[in-house]
């Protein structure tokens, strides 16, 4: 398939990370507009020829995220009535992964709504990011690629040379993909005890299980919002013994008051990377951003050379 049916567009969700893909790629991005109507709709509009192109679609879904989310939709729509010969959604950051249960009663499965929406719309691929559950992969009918950002953030991490590394799990939850974490980096693992009792975004640190005095404490997580969890594991860490506490993240979020969270917490420095960059905030210099757009710019390019994307996840 040659270079020249690839089209990569940005979605306003994600212009920078767009940006950085095509440089990975040397192409250009697609151009395109939106327009917002002073009642809240939105317009999207292709400003180039897409007939018998393979379209590739570059947008997060966060802040806002239901805009982001119709943006989405409308792009896929346009696209395929565009004439596309296909086209694929990369969605870096799918915001309603949390909702990928029915954990109580009268309750939408919100990613399993969304998942009948992109496909509905006329998507062909979707390509994401450490999915917050895995399990949403079989949501779809269509061909899935959860990527991993654990390689891009271990690499930096190697690069910082901490003494007397330990991956922590804030919850049991991610302790599966902590302990790829610390398989990678060759070091030990803990895991937090936590505990969540309602839908305020706020839940509360039990006990650290792990051995953690003396070293060097390396929390791990697919995404943050609050940043509280984060700086509650930090200080039972210190309280345990740690010597000093990291953090890497997939996805940065940032609600308003995160960054003073942050600030006032003992975590000396946040590795997150670029798959959301519409926050409401100004992140610190206590906040580092690892880019993962080569590992997007190789997934669009093996897919669309119809190559084995599997080289790309972590053993």
């Not at 999207?44 to 020829?49: D, H, K, Q, T, Y």
């Not at 009918?141 to 953030?153: F, M, R, S, W």
């Not at 039990?206 to 919002?225: C, R, S």
Request: hydrophobic share 45%; aromatic share 8%.
């Amino acid at each position: 398939m040659s270079a020249d049916d690839m089209l990569i567009f940005p979605g306003s969700g994600s212009p920078k990370l767009t940006k950085h893909i095509c440089t990975y790629l040397g192409v250009t991005p697609g151009e395109c507009e939106v327009l917002r109507f002073s009642e809240g709709n939105l317009f999207v509009r292709i400003l180039e020829n897409v007939r018998g192109r393979h379209v590739y679609i570059v947008q997060s879904t966060a802040f806002p995220a239901n805009d982001n989310f119709m943006e989405l939709l409308f792009w896929i729509d346009a696209f395929k009535r565009a004439s596309a010969a296909s086209v694929t959604a990369v969605v870096p950051f799918f915001s309603y992964a949390k909702g990928d249960k029915k954990d109580e009663p009268r309750v939408s499965i919100r990613a399993r709504v969304c998942a009948d929406a992109i496909e509905a719309a006329g998507a062909d691929r979707i390509v994401v990011m450490d999915l917050h559950a895995p399990q949403i992969q079989g949501f779809f009918k269509i061909p899935v690629d959860d990527l991993y950002a654990l390689p891009v953030l271990c690499d930096r991490v190697k690069q910082m040379n901490l003494d007397n590394l330990i991956v922590v799990a804030p919850d049991s939850g991610f302790a599966k993909k902590a302990r790829k974490y610390a398989r990678y980096l060759g070091v030990s693992m803990a895991v937090g005890d936590k505990e969540r009792v309602a839908h305020d975004e706020h839940a509360h640190i039990v006990e650290i299980i792990g051995d953690v005095e003396g070293k060097t404490a390396l929390i791990v997580d697919d995404f943050t919002i609050s940043a509280g969890t984060l700086v509650e594991v930090a200080g039972q860490l210190l309280v345990r013994g740690a010597k000093e506490v990291y953090a890497a993240v997939t996805h940065g979020v940032f609600a308003r008051g995160a960054m003073e969270r942050l600030a006032d917490s003992p975590i000396r420095r946040l590795l997150i990377t670029d798959t959301v960059e519409t926050q409401p905030v100004t992140l610190t210099p206590q906040v580092e951003i690892v880019s993962v757009a080569p590992l997007f710019g190789e997934a669009i390019r093996r897919i669309h050379n119809r190559e084995s994307i599997s080289v790309l996840f972590p053993r």
